[in-house]
T-cell receptor, first 110, second 112 residues
Framework: KNEVEQSPQNLTAQEGEFITINCSYS?????LHWLQQHPGGGIVSLFM???GKKKHGRLIATINIQEKHSSLHITASHPRDSAVYIC????????????FGSGTQLTVLP | NAGVTQTPKFQVLKTGQSMTLQCAQD?????MSWYRQDPGMGLRLIHY???????DQGEVPNGYNVSRSTTEDFPLRLLSAAPSQTSVYFC???????????FGDGTRLSIL
């Protein structure tokens, strides 16, 4: 089974700070997801990436396939970025099943 | 488009009762899945389907049943509810097995 570890588990930042959330996995993959879970509980997909870097607004996701590591960066953080950020990768042996990290709780203070 | 619609949003059951969580999507996605989310743990896959008439077990299938008679609907049945099934349940769909995931709003289920 692909093991997924996220760090940190909890992160508190001041508005405007640059945020980095890390995700490591144990088995090589073809692509990785980053998801955001709002305080109300809803989950939205932020990125799906298989190499390099993707950017959407103030969010940047990078992946290093060789090192089995991905990072999610938030530039100029804002209180509305407060959420749980989750990475997910294919479970080993089955690309149809995803294994999820336990999430990083981000709180951005005004 | 409504996306993925889950009902109900909240439910309280007594031990031994059965119920069905409903999930419907209007995006013509082939792949649908059910997850449970428990405190301190990542989302865990219960069952999934790669198309109408095809279902398979995920990581934690015991105590749950699914069927996929149409592309749109993927209900999850609790056969005999147990307190260990108290959780938040999410349904998700994607156009292919490992494509971008679209999640429903979740069902918060408590078993007394």
């Amino acid at each position: 089974k692909n093991e997924v570890e996220q760090s940190p588990q909890n992160l508190t930042a001041q508005e405007g700070e640059f945020i980095t959330i890390n995700c490591s996995y144990s088995v090589g993959i073809s692509a990785l997801h980053w998801l955001q879970q709002h305080p109300g509980g809803g989950i939205v997909s932020l990125f799906m990436l298989s190499s390099g870097k993707k950017k959407h607004g103030r969010l940047i996701a990078t992946i290093n396939i060789q090192e089995k590591h991905s990072s999610l960066h938030i530039t100029a953080s804002h209180p509305r970025d407060s959420a749980v950020y989750i990475c997910a990768v294919p479970a080993s042996g089955s690309a149809r099943q995803l294994t999820f990290g336990s999430g990083t709780q981000l709180t951005v203070l005004p | 488009n409504a996306g993925v619609t889950q009902t109900p949003k909240f439910q309280v059951l007594k031990t031994g009762q059965s119920m069905t969580l409903q999930c419907a999507q209007d995006m013509n996605h082939e792949y649908m899945s059910w997850y449970r989310q428990d405190p301190g743990m990542g989302l865990r896959l219960i069952h999934y389907s790669v198309g109408a008439g095809i279902t398979d077990q995920g990581e934690v299938p015991n105590g749950y049943n699914v069927s996929r008679s149409t592309t749109e609907d993927f209900p999850l049945r609790l056969l005999s509810a147990a307190p260990s099934q108290t959780s938040v349940y999410f349904c998700a769909s994607s156009p292919r097995g490992f494509g971008p995931q679209h999640f429903g709003d979740g069902t918060r289920l408590s078993i007394l």
